[in-house]
């Protein structure tokens, strides 16, 4: 069975930085491709970033682009998220998915999710 767990949540300042990890087991994590989405309240989920099964292809979301910087870890069966410059329009519920495409990072198309973990970004 497909699992997919996110750490790395908190609060954090305006200005500062988070890294989300999601760890994964159940798939054979080197085959899939990975997303990270994000979930405020009242609006649509939406992709945040995406990576290629290889790691040789991402896609970032305008809103981040610049900020926030996706990875993989095959051999550890591992995706990160670093997030430096959180502003108040980044706090939400923030999920990883596997087996869906880079390009868009449409969240419709992934089949796998984690449980999210939570971003706060306060003073």
């Known amino acids: 069975q497909e699992q997919l767990v996110e750490s790395g949540g908190g609060l954090v300042q305006p200005g500062g930085s988070l890294k989300l990890s999601c760890t994964t087991s159940g798939f054979t994590f080197k085959y899939y491709n990975i997303g990270w989405f994000r979930q405020a309240p009242g609006k649509e989920r939406e992709g945040v970033t995406c990576?290629?099964?290889?790691?040789?292809?991402?896609s970032y979301a305008d809103s981040i682009k610049g900020r926030f910087t996706i990875s993989r870890d095959n051999a550890n069966n591992t995706a990160y998220l670093q997030m430096s410059s959180l502003n108040p329009e980044d706090p939400a519920i923030y999920s990883c998915a596997a087996g869906g495409p880079v390009t868009g990072c449409p969240p419709t198309d992934y089949p796998y999710w984690g449980q999210g973990t939570q971003v706060t970004v306060s003073s």
């Open positions: 990576i290629h099964n290889s790691g040789d292809t991402t």
